[in-house]
C-alpha cells in the first residue's frame, strides 16, 4: 500500500497517473460519486471520484460528512473545475463513522456562535481551520523575527508571587481546600501553609522578569499566558490570552518602535506568504460578512488589501500632546459625536479617539508616543518635562491598540520616587530595583497581544473566536 | 559614532582597524587596562584595553565587575592569547555603575545554590548565560521541526475545569476573597459566584484539547507551560515546567517512536550546531564539577560525546515485557543491588531500574512499549493481550523517563469501558468522547518534558537551574 499524502503536498505537486493514499474527514459526498476529503493541512479538499456502481452500498452508506476515511486511488486530471486533480478511488476505508442524524456538523453555514458553543469541533470548519494555521504562521513568525535578531526566548513564571505592576485584577492560585483554609492564631489566612508559601496569583505580564533578562542577555523575548480576572464580557477582552513581550537593553524610545513596527509587518508579511489560500478564504469571508451591513459601515478594504496596505506604509508616529490637538479639532469632537468629548490633554484615550485617528485622520497605522505619566506605569522612563513618559502605543484599524510600550526608567532614583508616589512597594520589588543598582542601562520593550493580531491578520470581529478554547467570565469549557 | 555592534557579530567576523560600538557588561577589569566586556550574545567577552595612562582615574574607579558600559573604539589583532581581536578604547562611557562593595556577583566562582538565590542576577554569569542560550535554541528547533513537518502548533487552555485525566494534583485558580467565599443554602462553596462559574484548575496536561486538534488539522502541538501541585522537592520536578506534546492523526505507536525519536535528535544537532561554544563551556563545567567525585561516579562520556553519542545511534527499542526480564536476571537484582527488587510483571519501574537499562545494559537512549494498562492512563490503545497498552516511554542517561507517550484508544466502546473501569466521569468528558463518536481515527502523540530535555542538553544536575524562575514547594520568588 502507498504512503499516506497530505492533501496540501498533493494539491502542490502536479504528476498525474500516481498511485496515494490520502486520509482526512468527509466534507461533502455528492451524488454517491464525489467524496471532498480535508485532512486540515490545507482550506482545500481534494476530489475523490468514487466508482458507485462498483462499491458496495453498504459502504458507500457510511461515507457520511465528518467520517474519517483512508482512501488509495490513482491521481488523474480533474474533470470538474475549480481543482486540477482528482484521484480516482480504488480503496476506500472507513477509520471511523459519524452518524449523519448525531454529528453536529452539517455541510451549511454556521453560526459562528453556536460553533463557540462546539469549539471541540469547529477545527473541522473551513473558518477556523483557516484561523488555527494562520495563528500557528504569526507564531513560528514571531519566533523567527527575534530568533534572526539574536534575541533569547525567554520563559518567564507563570504563577507569581506579587502583583506589583498592578496591572489589573488577578487569579488567586492556591492548594488550600477552599472548604478548609487554614487560619493564624489572629485568624487571617495562613499562607505559609500553601504550596508556595505565600499568597500567589497568576501572571499579569513578564515583563519584569522580563526585563531581568535583558540586563545580561541584552535582547530577550517572552511568549506566554498571561491573566486578567477582569469581568469583561467583550468582542476584544480574554481572561486567558498569550502576549509577546520583548526587552531590549540600550534601546531607546525610537529603537523600540522601529522593533515593533518591524515585527508586526515580518509577521504579516510571513502569513501572506505562507498561508494565501487562508487568508483569501477569509477575506471572502468578512466580505459576505459585510454584505449585511449597510454600506456606509463596510470596510474601504478587503481584508488581503488592508494586510498589504500595512506592508506598504510606514506607521504615522506623534505623541500624545499632538494627539489631543487633532482630536480636540475633529469633526466629531466640534459636533459632539463623540461619547466622551476631548477636551483638554490629560485624559486617557477612548476606542472611540483611537479608531478616528487610525481609521479617519491618518489611515494608516497609528504610534502614539509620550503619555501623560498620571495614566500609564510606574516603570516609563520619565522626560524632563516632568508631565510625560516616553510611552509609545501602536494603534491598529478595528484593533485598537495591538502593542504597548515604553522606554524603561532605568535611574534609580526617578524609578523609586515614581514608585513612591503611586503606591508601589519597593521592598516587594528589590530585585527588579537591583537592575538599577548594578549595572544599570537604558533600555525599552513593549507588549504585544497575539489575539489581538490574530484578530487583525484574520479579519475576524471576535477575540474568542481566534484562540483555541476561549476563557471568559463564567466560562471555561473543554 | 559607529552604530553597536554585538559581541557575538563582531568576534565572528575577522576585520581590524574599523572603528566599533560595543555595550555590555564589565565581567573583569586588570590592571586597570583590560577590560572583559560581555553583552550575553555570546558566552565570549571582548578585550577592550584602555590606554590608562590617559584615562581619567574617576572614571577608571568606575569600571568595576556589572557595571554597564559604551564602549568606542578602534579593532586590532589581540595582544593577549585565546582571542583574535582587541578593542582599543576611545571613549568609554559609564551607563550604569555596579557598587563593588555591594554587587552580589564578584569574579570568582559561586555555588549554583547561592545563584538560585539571586536568580534575578545569575543570567549574568558564563554558566547561566550559556544555559539560556541553550534553552532558546532548544525551544526554536522544536518549533522549527515541527513546523517543517506542517504541523500546527495549538495554543490549550491553561486554566481548565476539568482535571478528569487525574494526571496528578492540580492548583485551584479562582477569583473568590479567600477570606470570604461564598457559600449556597446548603453550605457547600458557591462556585457559580466564581469567575469562570465553576471550579477550576491549572492544566496538568493539553493532550485532550490537543486530541480535538488533531482530529481536524492532522498534525498538531502544543508547547505551554503546565502545572503539578505535588510537594515533591527533588532535583527533577518543578511545580510549573514547560511541556511540549504533538499529537497525531493516522499515527500509529511506530510512528510516534520514530516522531519522538527525530524530534529528540533534530533538537540536540540544532543545540549542537547553534551554541558550540555554550555546550564546549558546559562541558567544560561538568568535567570539573566531576573531579570531586569518585573516579567510579565520574560520567564515562563528557557532555559533548554524549550528545553526539546520542546523534549517532539509534534508540533501543523493546517492551517492557522484555525489559522486566532483563532486570529480573540483571546483577544488582540478584545481588538484591536494587531499593526496589523486580520480582513481577506489573509493578512501575523506578528510577533505579529505568537507569540500569539505559547507562548499564544497553548504554544507548531506550524506549520501552506495551505497559501493563494498570499502570498507564485510561486513554492508551489497548492490545489484544487483554494487559497491555501501545504506550511508549523514552528514557534518557542521567535523566530517566523524558517522553511519555502512547497510540490512544480511538474505539468508543474500550474507551468508555476502561473509564469506567478507572473512574473517569464520562459526561465531563463529553467532548473528549465526540472526537471518538465523529470520525474517529486511529491517532497517537507523545509529551516531552520541556527542562528535562534541557537538563540532557546542558549537563546540570537540578531542575531549578535550567528554568528562569523556577517555582517549588514553598518557593515563588521573583
Given at each position: 500500500m502507498s504512503k499516506r499524502i497530505k492533501i496540501k503536498a498533493l494539491l502542490e505537486s502536479?504528476?498525474?497517473n500516481i498511485d496515494v493514499t490520502v486520509k482526512g474527514w468527509v466534507r461533502t459526498f455528492r451524488n454517491n460519486q464525489f467524496i471532498a476529503l480535508n485532512?486540515?493541512?490545507?482550506?482545500n479538499n481534494v476530489q475523490v471520484v468514487v466508482d458507485f456502481e462498483n462499491t458496495d452500498a453498504a459502504l458507500l452508506k457510511r461515507i457520511t460528512t465528518g467520517a474519517a476515511l483512508s482512501i488509495t486511488g490513482t491521481v488523474v486530471e480533474?474533470?470538474?473545475?475549480?481543482?486540477k486533480i482528482d484521484i480516482k478511488a480504488k480503496e476506500i476505508e472507513i477509520l471511523g463513522d459519524s452518524d449523519p442524524e448525531k454529528?453536529?456538523?452539517?455541510?451549511k453555514k454556521h453560526s459562528l456562535e453556536f460553533l463557540r458553543e462546539i469549539a471541540h469541533l469547529r477545527f473541522r470548519t473551513n473558518t477556523f481551520g483557516a484561523i488555527f494555521r494562520v495563528r500557528n504562521s504569526l507564531s513560528f513568525a514571531i519566533h523567527k523575527f527575534f530568533q534572526e535578531r539574536g534575541f533569547v526566548y525567554l520563559h518567564t513564571?507563570?504563577?507569581?508571587?506579587?502583583?506589583?505592576?498592578?496591572?489589573g485584577e488577578t487569579f488567586h492560585v492556591t492548594n488550600f481546600d477552599l472548604d478548609n483554609i487554614p487560619r493564624t492564631d489572629?485568624?487571617?489566612?495562613?499562607?505559609?501553609?500553601?504550596f508556595f508559601g505565600k499568597a500567589t496569583n497568576l501572571t499579569v505580564s513578564g515583563q519584569l522578569e522580563g526585563e531581568l533578562g535583558a540586563m545580561a542577555l541584552s535582547d530577550i523575548y517572552t511568549f506566554g499566558p498571561t491573566f486578567r480576572a477582569e469581568n469583561s464580557n467583550t468582542t476584544?477582552?480574554?481572561?486567558e490570552f498569550w502576549m509577546i513581550e520583548p526587552e531590549m537593553a540600550f534601546y531607546d524610545l525610537d529603537d523600540n518602535m522601529d522593533l515593533a513596527e518591524g515585527l508586526l509587518k515580518y509577521v504579516i508579511k510571513y502569513a501572506l506568504d505562507n498561508n494565501r489560500e487562508d487568508i483569501e478564504f477569509l477575506t471572502q469571508r468578512l466580505q459576505e460578512e459585510e454584505k449585511q451591513k449597510p454600506q456606509n459601515e463596510r470596510?474601504?478594504?478587503s481584508l488581503l488589501e488592508k494586510l498589504q496596505f500595512c506592508l506598504d506604509n510606514d506607521f504615522v508616529r506623534l505623541t500624545y500632546t499632538e494627539a489631543i490637538d487633532i482630536l480636540k479639532d475633529s469633526t466629531p469632537n466640534k459636533k459632539k459625536?463623540?461619547?466622551?468629548?476631548?477636551?483638554?490633554?490629560g485624559t486617557d484615550l477612548q476606542s472611540e479617539h483611537e479608531r478616528y485617528l487610525v481609521e479617519?485622520?491618518?489611515k494608516k497605522p497609528v504610534i502614539l508616543t509620550?503619555?501623560?505619566?498620571?495614566?500609564?506605569?510606574?516603570y516609563m522612563r520619565q522626560n524632563?518635562?516632568?508631565?510625560?513618559?516616553r510611552a509609545m502605543d501602536i494603534l491598529f484599524p478595528?484593533?485598537?491598540?495591538?502593542v504597548g510600550g515604553s522606554q524603561r526608567e532605568e535611574r534609580l532614583e526617578k524609578l523609586e520616587q515614581r514608585m513612591d508616589e503611586m503606591g508601589i512597594p519597593k521592598d516587594e520589588l528589590w530585585w527588579y530595583l537591583d537592575t538599577r543598582r548594578f549595572g544599570a542601562c537604558p533600555h525599552a520593550g513593549f507588549g504585544l497581544g497575539f489575539e489581538r493580531l490574530v484578530l487583525f491578520v484574520t479579519?475576524?470581529?471576535?477575540?474568542?473566536?481566534?484562540?483555541?478554547f476561549p476563557r471568559f467570565p463564567k466560562n471555561a469549557e473543554f
Open positions: 502536479n504528476e498525474t485532512d486540515g493541512s490545507t482550506n480533474s474533470i470538474g473545475k475549480g481543482q454529528y453536529p456538523l452539517q455541510p513564571p507563570v504563577i507569581t508571587a506579587s502583583d506589583a505592576e498592578g496591572a489572629t485568624n487571617e489566612i495562613d499562607y505559609k501553609q500553601d476584544r477582552h480574554l481572561a470596510s474601504e478594504m459625536k463623540f461619547q466622551y468629548l476631548v477636551e483638554g490633554w479617519k485622520h491618518f509620550d503619555y501623560p505619566k498620571e495614566i500609564k506605569a510606574f524632563d518635562d516632568g508631565k510625560t513618559v478595528g484593533i485598537g491598540e495591538i479579519g475576524m470581529g471576535n477575540i474568542r473566536d481566534v484562540i483555541p
